[in-house]
Nanobody
C-alpha cells in the first residue's frame, strides 16, 4: 500500500521557519519525482517546489525562490521542504506528491501551515 505522510506543519509567526517532511512507503521512492504543492483557502492548488529522482535538479515557484529549499533522502524515502522567512501568504495546506511516468502519481493527505502573528 502506497503512503505519503506529511508532517511538520503548524503555526509560525511571519519571518519564522518551518521544515516539512514527507515519508514515503510502499513505492520505489528513487524512481519518483517528488514535489510539494500547496492550497490556500479559496485558491487552486499550486506547485511550490519539485526535485528530480536523484536530487540533482530542483525547481521552485517564483513566490518561494530564495526562501524555500527542497531536498530528498532516497535512503530514507523522505523529501523535505525547508521554509524560511515565512509570510502570511504562505498559509496553506501543503501536500507531497510523487510522480513517475511509468508508475503513476501519488498524493499525501497534507499538512497545515499557518503564518500569523
Amino acid at each position: 500500500q502506497v503512503q505519503l505522510v506529511e508532517s511538520g506543519g503548524g503555526l509560525v509567526q511571519p519571518g519564522g521557519s518551518l521544515r516539512l517532511s514527507c515519508a514515503a512507503s510502499g513505492l520505489t521512492f528513487s524512481m519518483y519525482i517528488m514535489s510539494w504543492y500547496r492550497q490556500a483557502p479559496g485558491k487552486e492548488r499550486e506547485l511550490v517546489a519539485s526535485i528530480s529522482s536523484n536530487g540533482g535538479t530542483t525547481n521552485y515557484a517564483d513566490s518561494v525562490k530564495g526562501r524555500f529549499t527542497i531536498s530528498r533522502d532516497n535512503a530514507k524515502n523522505t523529501v523535505a521542504l525547508r521554509m524560511n522567512s515565512l509570510k502570511s501568504e504562505d498559509t496553506a495546506l501543503y501536500y507531497c506528491k510523487a510522480v513517475s511516468s511509468l508508475l503513476g502519481t501519488k498524493w499525501g493527505q497534507g499538512t497545515q501551515v499557518i503564518v500569523a502573528s
